[in-house]
């Protein structure tokens, strides 16, 4: 779903004066739909109704469900600190009414993941910033549902900062809104690159545009770290390091969460025609080995739907005559609020499923989702996961520097790609610390990452100078029940046999 954003964030004075050069005077509280973005972190905060994000107090509930990972590590670890070997597990049993899975497991995983690197050293001196850029599209109809990656990013570095900085090197964050127009993403990216001068891109969001990103990364052999992992071209660039699962795992996440969780085993499908995404999981959904296939649901009717129209109460007309059990919707989050409405005026109230950025904050609220139940699979931990050091840290973070933001699954995602650029210069921590860090440098930390879950935030990732970045088919199970984020399935990730074919 894709949900206005509430109130814009503001940077203090403070931090808006030290970073005056070249940057918009919209970073000082403007608006900043059309303008490059620049945040420090350390006093940056977000004005938006204060909600506490619910630790899940009924997840897992069922005995028979999966629990929170013990294999958590303490929560002064640092990523790529080392922790129990990564082993797969014994398939989980699965919640009521969801029938043993010989495909899909859940995996303890190594919660810390990485090589051992030393522990943590406090930083005696300031070194010269770091410079990291960051797109995104942050405005209009996308921007609804994708915008939160912006804060997320933005309260990492907020943290790394009150630490010292990144190996003591202050962060400074360039985001610059896409407008969802491929050819500023293409030219936004250039500037970043050869006129802004970043060491990296941190944390796009773009689940329309992110393809026209990758020529450029590819041109200047520039990296791109962690993201929204919603196109598909995230595991087909070697310049392209995501931060969690395999996109189309995630995708049919939800398909195999709610038939473990409810028992429910037949789908209809809703897809927007506008973005690619939509229409290759529709076509993944009802292919042998594709999405639906995997995740053990039969598919029994598809619509194409568009972004725009202000009712789909036919689409829900036609899912209750095939006798759907659910709704998988790949739309933005206000459509996924318009179908719940038009399904609620036919009397029609089954659970809606569907990519994890598709359900903002706005749901909690809305009064004809907290009328059912909706199903997400996302690339990296549960926001309501308990059990997990790494969740508790962006917890604690959220209280300290934006204590009225109310984050959803993307600001996670955000916050886990900045903790992937942290894993990666703590594994260089010494050349770090004495001297500028460089692209080189961050290229020299990412290949030395292999199987990084990032203390329990993904399944683990692995990557190899001049080869494609190693995700596993895993999603995590995400829902919004009873008007609170829930980890309907617990911690732990689920892994299908291989990732899901396109179709």
Same mark, same amino acid.
């Given at each position: 779903?894709?949900?206005?954003?509430?109130?814009?964030?503001?940077?203090?004075?403070?931090?808006?004066?030290?970073?005056?050069?070249?940057?918009?005077?919209?970073?000082?509280?403007?608006?900043?739909?059309?303008?490059?973005?620049?945040?420090?972190?350390?006093?940056?905060?977000?004005?938006?109704?204060?909600?506490?994000?619910?630790?899940?107090?009924?997840?897992?509930?069922?005995?028979?469900?999966?629990?929170?990972?013990?294999?958590?590590?303490?929560?002064?670890?640092?990523?790529?600190?080392?922790?129990?070997?990564?082993?797969?597990?014994?398939?989980?049993?699965?919640?009521?009414?969801?029938?043993?899975?010989?495909?899909?497991?859940?995996?303890?995983?190594?919660?810390?993941?990485?090589?051992?690197?030393?522990?943590?050293?406090?930083?005696?001196?300031?070194?010269?910033?770091?410079?990291?850029?960051?797109?995104?599209?942050? *405005?209009?109809?996308?921007?609804?549902?994708?915008?939160?990656?912006?804060?997320?990013?933005?309260?990492?570095?907020?943290?790394?900062?009150?630490?010292?900085?990144?190996?003591?090197?202050?962060?400074?964050?360039?985001?610059?809104?896409?407008?969802?127009?491929?050819?500023?993403?293409?030219?936004?990216?250039?500037?970043?690159?050869?006129?802004?001068?970043?060491?990296?891109?941190?944390?796009?969001? !773009?689940?329309?545009?992110?393809?026209?990103?990758?020529?450029?990364?590819?041109?200047?052999?520039?990296?791109?770290?962690?993201?929204?992992?919603?196109?598909?071209?995230?595991?087909?660039?070697?310049?392209?390091?995501?931060?969690?699962?395999?996109?189309?795992?995630?995708?049919?996440?939800?398909?195999?969460?709610?038939?473990?969780?409810?028992?429910?085993?037949?789908?209809?499908?809703?897809?927007?025609?506008?973005?690619?995404?939509?229409?290759?999981?529709?076509?993944?959904?009802?292919?042998?080995?594709? !999405?639906?296939?995997?995740?053990?649901?039969?598919?029994?009717?598809?619509?194409?739907?568009?972004?725009?129209?202000?009712?789909?109460?036919?689409?829900?007309?036609?899912?209750?005559?095939?006798?759907?059990?659910?709704?998988?919707?790949?739309?933005?989050?206000?459509?996924?609020?318009?179908?719940?409405?038009?399904?609620? *005026?036919?009397?029609?109230?089954?659970?809606?499923?569907?990519?994890?950025?598709?359900?903002? *904050?706005?749901?909690?609220?809305?009064?004809?989702?907290?009328?059912?139940?909706?199903?997400?699979?996302?690339?990296?931990?549960?926001?309501?996961?308990?059990?997990?050091?790494?969740?508790?840290?962006?917890?604690?973070?959220?209280?300290?520097?934006?204590?009225?933001?109310?984050?959803?699954?993307?600001?996670?995602?955000?916050?886990?790609?900045?903790?992937?650029?942290?894993?990666?210069?703590?594994?260089?921590?010494?050349?770090?610390?004495?001297?500028?860090?460089?692209?080189?440098?961050?290229?020299?930390?990412?290949? *030395?990452?292999?199987?990084?879950?990032?203390?329990?935030?993904?399944?683990?990732?692995?990557?190899?100078?001049?080869?494609?970045?190693?995700?596993?088919?895993?999603?995590?199970?995400?829902?919004?029940?009873?008007?609170?984020?829930?980890?309907?399935?617990?911690?732990?990730?689920?892994?299908?046999?291989?990732?899901?074919?396109?179709?």
């Amino acid at each position: 779903m894709f949900q206005p954003r509430g109130r814009r964030y503001r940077l203090t004075q403070a931090v808006c004066l030290s970073l005056a050069v070249a940057l918009s005077a919209t970073a000082c509280g403007g608006d900043d739909s059309d303008a490059d973005q620049a945040a420090v972190g350390a006093d940056a905060a977000i004005q938006d109704p204060a909600t506490d994000t619910a630790a899940d107090p009924a997840a897992p509930a069922d005995p028979e469900a999966i629990p929170a990972d013990p294999a958590a590590p303490d929560a002064t670890a640092a990523p790529g600190a080392t922790a129990a070997p990564d082993t797969a597990g014994e398939a989980n049993k699965p919640a009521k009414g969801g029938g043993k899975d010989a495909k899909t497991k859940g995996n303890k995983g190594n919660a810390a993941g990485g090589a051992k690197t030393p522990a943590i050293v406090p930083c005696t001196k300031q070194l010269d910033p770091v410079k990291i850029g960051q797109v995104g599209t942050f *405005s209009g109809l996308v921007g609804q549902t994708t915008g939160r990656h912006k804060e997320g990013l933005a309260l990492w570095a907020s943290a790394i900062n009150a630490k010292g900085g990144l190996e003591c090197h202050p962060v400074q964050v360039i985001a610059v809104d896409d407008q969802n127009d491929p050819q500023r993403t293409a030219s936004v990216t250039e500037d970043l690159i050869v006129n802004k001068k970043v060491q990296a891109i941190v944390g796009s969001a !773009m689940p329309i545009s992110f393809a026209a990103m990758v020529p450029t990364l590819e041109k200047h052999k520039f990296p791109q770290i962690g993201g929204d992992l919603v196109d598909p071209i995230w595991n087909e660039s070697q310049y392209v390091f995501p931060q969690g699962g395999g996109t189309l795992s995630a995708f049919a996440g939800p398909m195999d969460a709610i038939r473990r969780a409810e028992g429910m085993t037949k789908t209809f499908i809703l897809y927007c025609v506008e973005a690619t995404i939509c229409t290759t999981s529709a076509k993944s959904a009802q292919t042998k080995g594709g !999405m639906a296939d995997m995740a053990k649901v039969e598919v029994v009717g598809t619509q194409g739907v568009s972004l725009t129209q202000p009712s789909f109460t036919s689409g829900c007309q036609l899912a209750k005559d095939k006798g759907a059990q659910f709704i998988t919707a790949y739309v933005d989050a206000a459509s996924e609020l318009r179908l719940a409405r038009s399904c609620d *005026s036919i009397g029609f109230r089954v659970p809606i499923v569907g990519a994890s950025f598709s359900f903002t *904050s706005a749901a909690l609220s809305d009064p004809f989702i907290s009328k059912i139940k909706v199903y997400s699979g996302s690339p990296n931990a549960p926001l309501a996961a308990t059990g997990i050091p790494a969740i508790d840290a962006f917890r604690t973070a959220l209280k300290t520097f934006m204590p009225d933001f109310v984050p959803d699954q993307s600001a996670l995602s955000g916050w886990a790609s900045g903790k992937l650029l942290e894993a990666a210069m703590g594994s260089v921590s010494a050349k770090a610390r004495a001297g500028s860090i460089t692209t080189a440098m961050i290229y020299d930390g990412l290949y *030395s990452l292999k199987n990084e879950t990032l203390g329990g935030l993904g399944p683990g990732v692995t990557f190899e100078r001049g080869k494609l970045p190693k995700t596993q088919p895993c999603y995590y199970a995400v829902a919004v029940i009873d008007k609170a984020y829930r980890a309907p399935l617990g911690a732990q990730k689920l892994c299908f046999a291989h990732e899901p074919v396109k179709g």
